[in-house]
């Protein structure tokens, strides 16, 4: 018993050292961030403009590093800094590097090559922020060294002034929306790095020969399920593997993960999520390897995808990650594009876009679908609506104008009729696929690309109401997205409520590439909650509050007028009854996919998300609890979990 005793008085003592060793490792880490920090702007003056700063993402083997290459190779005369997880794995010449640094090794970032056109490549020595210190720091030096020296060559003049530009690339696995909100919390935290530098353009390269596969891929972004998107080769896998064999668990946790651009980092996430993501949260998309590609159809397609996830990014195609003006890529928008942006403002774009194409596809004026008045009074859509007692769902979606029905009757069957003649029957040849290469019957289907039943007629458009989802019957519509992550868990007795979805509606949203959008949720009146679908993951973020719980004078003002563009009355006051105004609660949903910009198609998803919506008897019950949330919650469920976000 006392060997026991002691042994545990040991396992005690070990564990406290443990964790007072953490608790001195990430204070040094903090301390540390901040002194370089404070010793950054050592140096500056209130003259000194900032750095703009470029993030560069995609998946390994899409070129990033080819592109580092060629702008540290520039003869543009700009002087960039590149930071990077590993200097060794961007092959700098050795002929470029530059003999002699102009400030003392120890001064300068560890890892850190020189080239001798005035560019700089480092390795990422810990947090972020951190090493971008280490970099101002160092073109401080430079600077001051330039302007002592006597010396009238221009080109070592140039060598020694400082940078004009500074490059982050992050690993293949790294989300740029959590990498654009540290700079963003930096700015708004008036951390004193932020005088020096701006984040200035978002970049991300795409490789053309997988971006399809990957786009459809249903494997996790997890070492175990996708390596090649951590390691180049098994020697790089196994040996990331056993650096970090002697590191204790609660030491790795705290440091989320291995490097601190997310190297090794686990993600809940698939590969066709971080794929959608990184091409969304970007000013320029560099369509890579265009030359590897069969044909040129496939080029434009992947084109109209990239659009269609981000309708305001500069597309550019390259072969080798070059590009001819790299002004066109560096500092191309000022820090005024996706760099400033966030869910919200990311949000808007899509929904404008959508209504823009919708108007070129139809000839007509979009709304975005917009017509599920929440207040009392007459519809006038041509839509047949129930009695208020009924118990039968309110059908309050699609706006008339964006539909035009091409074809009022649907048929099923295939006419086989060769003489026949009648335009309303369906003469649709459904042979089988020839791969005979020297077949000439003009009867026989030919086609030889692999991906087009995935991107022909790929499309978007809007869905939006002012009534709530009941949580129940939109869990089980969930239930039909393409998705293998996320899908919510209903108890027993939400099972007996199951909704009879039509065949053509599980069809269709089970040809979903990307959803996304607001949801406002009958279990409370407070919550405003995001649908993000992509590929095959789906997830309910909470963002925070609906503007309208909160009394105009604790708006921003600044913001004032785009917080009320999302509101059914401008003139809204806080202590507004619910049939006057809800104020800026919605449905606001983007739906990109096969068939999306098919007027039938939209009626068919539009009418099985109408269903989804409260009846007007559980209107009336939501709006009796309405100041209630546990009543709300209690009166109408909810089987879908939500992660609360902040970007």
């Not at 880490?29 to 050592?42: C, E, K």
């Not at 949000?347 to 679908?369: I, L, P, R």
């Not at 104008?401 to 003469?427: A, K, M, Q």
């Not at 969930?478 to 108890?491: F, K, N, Y």
């Amino acid at each position: 018993a006392e060997i026991r005793v002691r042994k545990r008085e040991q396992q005690n003592m070990k564990s406290s050292i443990r964790q007072h060793y953490l608790q001195i490792i990430m204070l040094v880490y903090h301390i540390t961030g901040l002194f370089l920090s404070v010793q950054a702007l050592a140096y500056a003056n209130s003259n000194k403009p900032s750095i703009p700063i470029t993030i560069l993402s995609g998946f390994l083997g899409s070129g990033k590093t080819t592109f580092l290459q060629h702008l540290l190779q520039n003869q543009d005369g700009l002087r960039i800094a590149v930071i990077v997880n590993d200097v060794a794995n961007v092959n700098i010449d050795s002929k470029l590097v530059r003999g002699q640094s102009v400030v003392n090794d120890s001064v300068g970032p560890a890892g850190m090559v020189e080239l001798a056109n005035g560019c700089a490549c480092c390795s990422l020595a810990g947090e972020l922020l951190a090493s971008v210190s280490e970099l101002i720091t160092l073109s401080d030096l430079r600077e001051q060294a330039a302007a002592y020296d006597d010396d009238d060559d221009d080109s070592e003049t140039q060598l020694q002034g400082g940078f004009d530009h500074i490059v982050v690339e992050l690993s293949g696995v790294s989300d740029p929306r959590a990498i654009r909100a540290n700079f963003q919390e930096a700015q708004m935290y008036g951390m004193p790095l932020m005088e020096r530098v701006q984040l200035d353009t978002m970049v991300t390269v795409v490789d053309c020969t997988s971006f399809l596969q990957n786009l459809r891929s249903a494997k996790g972004a997890t070492t175990k399920d996708s390596p090649e998107l951590f390691y180049r080769d098994d020697a790089e896998r196994e040996a990331a593997s056993s650096d970090w064999d002697d590191v204790p668990a609660q030491l790795m946790q705290a440091l989320g993960g291995v490097g601190g651009m997310g190297m090794e980092m686990e993600h809940e996430s698939g590969v066709s999520e971080l794929l959608i993501d990184q091409t969304e949260v970007a000013d320029v998309v560099l369509l890579n390897k265009v030359d590897q590609v069969e044909n040129d159809r496939t080029i434009d397609e992947i084109k109209d995808i990239v659009q269609l996830l981000n309708p305001k990014a500069k597309v550019i195609q390259t072969q080798f990650g070059r590009v001819g003006d790299i002004k066109s890529v560096l500092g191309a928008f000022g820090g005024l594009g996706a760099a400033d942006a966030g869910t919200v403002d990311d949000h808007k774009d899509a929904v404008e876009a959508a209504k823009a194409a919708e108007k070129h596809d139809h000839g007509v004026e979009s709304s975005a679908h917009d017509h599920s008045h929440i207040h009392e009074h007459t519809h006038s859509h041509g839509h047949s609506h129930i009695d208020v007692d009924s118990k039968e769902v309110i059908s309050t979606t699609h706006d008339d104008s964006h539909r035009h029905d091409h074809s009022t009757v649907e048929h099923n069957d295939v006419c086989n009729e060769p003489n026949c003649t009648d335009p309303t029957h369906d003469h649709s040849h459904n042979h089988e696929v020839c791969d005979d290469p020297n077949c000439t019957d003009h009867t026989h289907d030919h086609s030889h690309d692999h991906h087009a039943n995935f991107i022909d007629s790929i499309g978007t458009f809007v869905y939006s109401a002012r009534r709530p989802f009941h949580p129940n019957r939109l869990s089980q519509l969930i239930a039909h997205l393409p998705v293998s992550r996320g899908i919510p868990t209903m108890e027993q007795e939400d099972r007996n409520q199951q909704i009879d979805f039509s065949d053509d509606a599980k069809k269709y949203l089970g040809k979903l590439l990307r959803s996304k959008g607001f949801v406002w949720l009958a279990n409370s009146n407070v919550a405003a909650n995001y649908w993000a679908h992509a590929g095959a993951s789906f997830e309910m973020q909470c963002l925070g509050s609906w503007w309208a719980t909160l009394p105009r004078e604790q708006w921003p003002v600044e913001a004032t007028a785009a917080i009320l563009s999302d509101f059914d009355n401008v003139d809204f006051n806080y202590d507004m009854d619910l049939n006057a105004s809800v104020g800026d609660r919605r449905q606001e949903l983007v739906f990109i996919g096969t068939g999306m910009g098919d007027a039938s198609v939209q009626k068919v998803l539009g009418d099985t998300l109408d269903r989804c919506l409260l009846t007007y008897e559980e209107w009336d019950a939501y709006k009796s609890c309405a100041d209630d949330e546990e009543k709300l919650n209690a009166t109408f469920g909810n089987p879908i979990r939500a992660r609360i976000v902040s970007y």
